[in-house]
């Protein structure tokens, strides 16, 4: 049961154009949502992050959409840097319960010079 | 802020023997710990939850007596895999969480080879 998908396994985008990271789930009582980048052998860096309360938080060049309607939450990079290229998870949470998260499969990002 | 570390970043072990990772928290205190694992091209998976002084909560599916953890201290944890086999090879990762809710912080990672 995969409560968080993320269907685009990858990505490749023109450097300095704009990257946008697609990210649905299905839980309800998910009430924050999560960015991470992750690079191979390294642990996942904290981007950015939104509480459903919101429906946009922004971040220098990051900017995280989130539509409860749709249960479905967008991570845009604009502009997009060769830097930026590595493994994007999407991760949930509850506040009920044990707080933890809940982790997309991931989308690899290949930014394009 | 905000730094974990793990040690060690890679082992290699034979098959049956046990392996201990350690997490440690470099500049803030983990009330609480997780610990992933994470197969190729996969996502990662949340294998257990500690807090400190009490007892790990595991995830369904995952052996409580092969996966022992222990957390110890507010700024260290560990992982033991006992007895382990070829299909317990993969990159085992934890993360440490502050006083807030939701946000964690992970460490590098380790690649954990059974032969």
């Known amino acids: 049961d995969q409560q968080v998908k993320q269907n685009s396994p990858s990505l490749s985008v023109q450097e300095g154009r704009i990257s946008i990271l697609n990210c649905d789930y299905t839980n309800s009582m998910f009430d924050y949502f999560l960015w991470y980048k992750k690079y191979p052998a390294e642990g996942p860096t904290f981007l950015i992050s939104?509480?459903?309360?919101?429906d946009k938080n922004e971040d220098g060049r990051f900017t995280v959409f989130l539509n409860k309607s749709a249960k479905h939450l967008s991570l845009h990079i604009v502009p997009s840097q060769p830097g930026d290229s590595a493994v994007y998870f999407c991760?949930?949470?509850?506040?009920?319960?044990?707080?933890?998260?809940?982790f997309g499969q991931g989308t690899r990002l290949t930014i394009n010079p | 802020g905000a730094v974990v570390s793990q040690h060690p970043s890679w082992v290699i072990c034979k098959s049956g023997t046990s392996v201990k990772i350690e997490c440690r928290s470099l500049d803030f205190q983990a009330t609480t710990m997780f610990w992933y694992r994470q197969f190729p091209k996969q996502s990662l998976m949340l294998m257990a939850t500690?807090?400190?002084?009490?007892?790990?909560?595991?995830e369904q599916g995952v052996e409580k007596d092969k996966f022992l953890i222990n957390h110890a201290s507010l700024t260290l944890s560990t992982l033991t895999v006992t007895s382990a086999h070829p299909e317990d090879s993969s990159f085992y990762i934890c993360s440490g969480r502050t006083g807030g809710p939701y946000e964690q912080y992970f460490g590098p990672g380790t690649r954990l080879t059974v032969t």
């Open positions: 991760a949930a949470s509850a506040r009920e319960g044990a707080q933890k998260l809940v």
């Open positions: 939104i509480s459903s309360i919101k």
């Open positions: 500690s807090n400190e002084g009490s007892k790990a909560t595991y």
